[in-house]
C-alpha cells in the first residue's frame, strides 16, 4: 500500500545533541511537510517542500533544518534539541499545493530530550 | 495570524449525535479539511468543503458557511471507536494548513 512512513516511531536524545528525524513516501507527491505538535495542542508547520523548492516558515526556530535528497525522503534535523522541543512530529505529503490539496499523513515521530 | 476555534472535548453516549463547530478567520480561503486522530496516531482525513453547504459521506458529515468564517462536523450513530481527537484546518491563500487545537470526542457506553 502507497503510504508515509516515519522513523523511528519514539526517538529519544539528550539536551543539546543534534538529532534526526526521517519521512519516506510511496505516494510519489510532489510536496512533503514538516509539522510540530506538541500535547493537546494543533499541528504547526514548520516548512515544505514543493519537490525541491524549499518554504521555511517565517517563525520556524534555525534550530530545525530540513532536507529533501529525492522525491522519496525528507529529513528533518534538530541541531541543538532543547526540552521545550520535546513534541511529536508529523510528516505529511500532497500531490500539489492546490486546491483540495489533502495531505496524507505519516504517524508521527515523538521525541524526547532528556 | 490564522484563528480557529474549536471546543477543547466533548463527550457523547454510543448511538447519539454529536455536532463539533469550527470557526475560523484566516489569511484568505482554500477550503476546510476535518481530520480525526486517535490518541499517538497521525490525522486521517475525513472530509473537505471549499463550497457552502453540507457535504455527507457515511456517518460523517460537514458543514460549510464561508460568510460567517463557520464548518461543523456532525458525527451520526456514534461508536466507541469514535473516540479521539478532531482537527479543523484551513487552507490559506499560499494553500498551507492551519489547524484547530481539536476536540476531544469521549464516546460512553
Known amino acids: 500500500d502507497a503510504m508515509v512512513i516515519q522513523n523511528p516511531r519514539y526517538q529519544v536524545t539528550q539536551f543539546g545533541k543534534p538529532v534526526t528525524l526521517s519521512c519516506s513516501q510511496t505516494l510519489n507527491h510532489n510536496v512533503m511537510y514538516w509539522y510540530q505538535q506538541k500535547s493537546s495542542q494543533a499541528p504547526k508547520l514548520l516548512f515544505h517542500y514543493y519537490d525541491k523548492d524549499f518554504n521555511n516558515e517565517a517563525d520556524t526556530p534555525d534550530n530545525f533544518q530540513s532536507r529533501r535528497p529525492n522525491t522519496s525522503f525528507c529529513f528533518l534535523d534538530i541541531r541543538s534539541p532543547g526540552l521545550g522541543d520535546a513534541a511529536m512530529y508529523l510528516c505529511?505529503?500532497?500531490?500539489?499545493?492546490?486546491?483540495?490539496?489533502?495531505?496524507?499523513f505519516g504517524p508521527g515521530t515523538r521525541l524526547t530530550v532528556l | 495570524g490564522q484563528n480557529i476555534d474549536q471546543p477543547t472535548e466533548m463527550t457523547a453516549t454510543e448511538g447519539a449525535i454529536v455536532q463539533i463547530n469550527c470557526t475560523y478567520q484566516?489569511?484568505?480561503?482554500?477550503?476546510l479539511f476535518w481530520y480525526q486522530q486517535h490518541a499517538g496516531e497521525a490525522p486521517t482525513f475525513l472530509s473537505y468543503?471549499?463550497?457552502?453547504g453540507l457535504e455527507e459521506k457515511g456517518r460523517f458529515s460537514s458543514f460549510l458557511s464561508r460568510s460567517k468564517g463557520y464548518s461543523y462536523l456532525l458525527l451520526k450513530e456514534l461508536q466507541m471507536k469514535d473516540s479521539a481527537s478532531y482537527l479543523c484546518?484551513?487552507?490559506?491563500?499560499?494553500?498551507?494548513?492551519?489547524f484547530g487545537a481539536g476536540t476531544t470526542v469521549t464516546v460512553r457506553a
Open positions: 468543503n471549499v463550497l457552502d
Open positions: 484566516t489569511s484568505g480561503f482554500n477550503g
Open positions: 484546518a484551513v487552507s490559506d491563500r499560499d494553500y498551507k494548513l492551519s
Open positions: 505529511a505529503t500532497s500531490i500539489s499545493s492546490g486546491p483540495y490539496n489533502e495531505q496524507f
